[in-house]
């Protein structure tokens, strides 16, 4: 099982450039997430989806939009990159009876 | 006042000493906690989790709950340099069961 992946793995943006950060996972997990995390302020929720078919807003939504593709893939997609949005992605999973949640690698996104 | 606070130190401890990070969180109703580990440049890793009053051991590693005092911490002991990491406190909240974390505590442990 290679677990929650994330691809890209580093990418740099030019402000107002769009992008999706991808995110997959094989344990057959109904919850997925995706936080930012930023020098000093840990990791931030911006949308999550508690199972196939839903999508919700977390924390701090504002500049991003999310697709559940299916049970195994949730992307994040940012329509017009700000300067504000540098920062370290990180995806998870949870499977619905436990609340641990399971992390990918991370994508290192920088906005010029 | 943030929903979960940890000391950012950095916390700085001798080889095979006992390392005691401290956390502590406002909503009453939360039930459950984490501790991860974060390595630089990697991503958070679970070390325990801990739902109970009290005490829980695994390893090296305790994890203590006061839901009274809502504090909850995790100690290291014999801590090794390998154990150099930043430690996440994290709580479970809202009925979406969104887990929330602190800014993290940075250890270092000295050969």
């Known amino acids: 099982n290679a677990g929650v992946t994330q691809t890209p793995k580093f990418q740099v943006l030019k402000t107002g450039q769009s992008m999706t950060l991808q995110c997959a996972q094989d344990?057959?997990?109904?919850?997925m997430y995706w936080y930012r995390q930023d020098p000093g302020m840990g990791l931030r929720l911006i949308y999550y989806?508690?199972?196939?078919?839903?999508?919700d807003k977390g924390e701090v939504p504002n500049g991003y939009n999310v697709s559940r593709l299916n049970k195994r893939e949730f992307s994040l997609r940012l329509e017009s990159a700000a300067p504000s949005q540098t920062s370290v992605y990180f995806c998870?999973?949870?499977?619905?009876?436990?609340?641990?949640?399971?992390f990918g690698p991370g994508t290192r996104l920088l906005v010029l | 006042q943030k929903e979960v606070e940890q000391n950012s130190g950095p916390l700085s401890v001798p080889e095979g000493a006992i390392a005691s990070l401290n956390c502590t969180y406002s909503?009453?109703?939360?039930?459950?906690f984490f501790w991860y580990r974060q390595y630089s440049g990697k991503s958070p890793e679970l070390i325990m989790f801990?739902?109970?009053?009290g005490d829980k051991e695994d390893g090296r590693f305790t994890a203590q709950l006061n839901k009274a005092s809502q504090y909850v911490s995790l100690l290291i002991r014999d801590s090794q340099p390998s154990d150099s990491a930043t430690y996440l406190c994290?709580?479970?909240?809202?009925?979406?069961?969104?887990?929330?974390f602190g800014s993290g505590t940075q250890l270092t442990v000295l050969p």
């Open positions: 909503d009453r109703g939360s039930q459950s």
């Open positions: 989806s508690a199972s196939e078919g839903t999508t």
């Open positions: 998870a999973s949870r499977v619905g009876a436990q609340e641990t949640q399971y």
């Open positions: 344990m057959n997990h109904n919850s």
């Open positions: 801990i739902y109970s009053n």
């Open positions: 994290a709580v479970i909240r809202g009925s979406a069961r969104q887990l929330t």
